[in-house]
């Protein structure tokens, strides 16, 4: 099982920026790729943005391109989200995760996600 650990939420005003990290701990040595997903009230958790742990490859939610940034530091074993331009509609949890391996499927699924963190409250004002 791999533990993993948010950080770096709040408020922020519209226009504004945050920097989410997480922590991985545990077995991390099958980590294929780590990624980020966010639940607004009474909404499925939805995918924001994965990154391949090996190729650092990225894919993102068509909503948040060109605003978010997600990225890795394998020595680390931390990914981030560098989220720049926040609207008040990408207000929610975001959520940590983490997958084994490698699937062809859609990582927009939180099925093919192994393991999740706590979450970070993420709040945007207008």
């Known amino acids: 099982q791999v533990q993993l650990v948010e950080s770096g939420g709040g408020l922020v005003q519209a226009g504004g920026s945050l920097r989410l990290s997480c922590a991985a701990s545990?077995?991390?040595?099958?980590?294929?790729?780590m990624g980020w997903f966010r639940q607004a009230p009474g909404k499925e958790r939805e995918f924001v943005a994965s990154i391949s742990w090996s190729g650092g490859n990225t894919y993102y939610t068509n909503s948040v391109k060109g605003r978010f940034t997600i990225s890795r530091d394998n020595a680390k074993k931390a990914v981030y989200l560098q989220m720049n331009s926040l609207k008040p509609e990408d207000t929610a949890i975001y959520y940590c995760a983490h997958r084994s391996f490698y699937t062809s499927a859609d990582v927009h699924s939180t099925q093919f996600w192994g393991s999740w963190g706590q979450g970070t409250q993420v709040t945007v004002s207008s």
């Open positions: 545990g077995r991390t040595f099958s980590t294929y790729a």
